[in-house]
């Protein structure tokens, strides 16, 4: 019997509510820093039975200056993952642009600082989860991080600074690694001109509109000072032979941080099982260009798609 259009849809619906209403969500504090708690939202669906699962880290956007860990709107993203069987940890940091109304090199320092505390902020939830990954069930092997916006400056930046062996991760047991790093709309503050790595990064997947007004798709730089965006980091990638795949989306711009909270996430899974478990070492290069759609609305990954594909294995 032909299930009609309609009741196919309700259906689909009602199977998503039943595996969203199995996920259990804890609150716990992971530090206290300027007499402020920290907090993080961990999701797990315990049907799914499994000794060690996987960790997605999710850190949200909003310029430094607002944005929460249980935004509505992040929802989607955190449930489909949590009903695939990862533990995803949704967490607080310090917003250092609050109330700041600065320009010039006032404005760059403001900035710099608001990143070093996001990264602060980002290291020790990730402290408190090896801690606690035999409380939660947690594969310390495969912690992945994940932001939007300014939440994808800190998740990039935080690889960065592990893996140049910077300061602000001592706080990590020294053979600590996230496994993955997945970026929508980031980049990276360097002072050493286009960062390099003292050690590989971890394999990192970049989603970035290339006309971003808000966060650059290539750089801004000036003497050795700069910020690196999507593009210029997956060109040292490629150079490098870092593992990386990177979704451009021609003509589009900010709006793009939050495609992958609504959409891609079968692709986003995809990074996951071939770089993070399966630990293929390829390079790929996606671009985009939907033509039938705006650049505020959401795009359809199945149209105008050109893709470049190394594969070092």
């Known amino acids: 019997m032909k299930i009609p259009k309609l009741s196919l849809i309700i259906l689909i619906w009602l199977i998503s509510q039943i595996a969203n209403a199995a996920i259990d969500k804890k609150t716990e ?14 999701y797990t669906n315990d049907t799914i039975n499994s000794a060690k699962k996987p960790c997605l880290i999710f850190v949200f956007g909003g310029g430094f200056k607002d944005g929460n860990r249980d935004n509505p709107n992040n929802l989607d993203y955190i449930n489909y993952f949590a009903n695939k069987g990862f533990v995803v940890a ?4 310090r917003l250092g642009m609050k109330g700041v109304n600065a320009s010039g090199i006032k404005f760059v320092k403001a900035i710099q600082k608001s990143i070093d505390l996001a990264v602060s902020d980002l290291f020790s939830a990730t402290n408190y989860l090896l801690e606690n990954a035999k409380k939660y069930n947690i594969d310390t092997t495969r912690i992945i991080i994940s932001g939007s916006s300014a939440g994808a400056i800190t998740v990039l930046q935080a690889d960065y600074e592990l893996n140049d062996h910077k300061e602000s991760a001592d706080i990590l047991p020294d053979d600590f690694r996230y496994a993955g790093v997945i970026s929508f709309s980031g980049g990276v ?3 050493e001109g286009l960062p390099s790595y003292s050690q590989r990064p971890a394999p990192t997947l970049f989603f970035h509109g290339s006309s971003d007004k808000l966060v650059p798709y ?13 593009d210029k980091l997956a060109q040292q990638f490629k150079k490098q032979g870092y593992p990386y795949m990177f979704y451009s989306m021609e003509g589009n711009g900010h709006d793009v941080a939050t495609y992958p909270l609504k959409e891609f996430h079968s692709e986003i899974d995809m990074f996951i099982q071939y770089y993070v478990i399966e630990q293929r070492q390829w390079m790929v290069d996606i671009n985009l260009k939907d033509k039938l759609r705006k650049s505020d609305t959401s795009l359809n990954i199945k149209k105008y798609l050109i893709c470049e594909v190394y594969l070092l294995d």
Not at 29 to 42: G, P, S, T
Not at 90 to 93: E, K, L, R, T, W
Not at 218 to 230: A, E, L
């Open 29 to 42: 504090v992971f530090a206290v820093k300027d007499n402020i708690e920290l907090k993080v939202d961990i």
């Open 90 to 93: 949704s967490i607080d940091y």
């Open 189 to 191: 503050l360097s002072h």
């Open 218 to 230: 290539g750089k801004v730089q000036v003497f050795k000072i700069g910020f690196f965006g999507s």
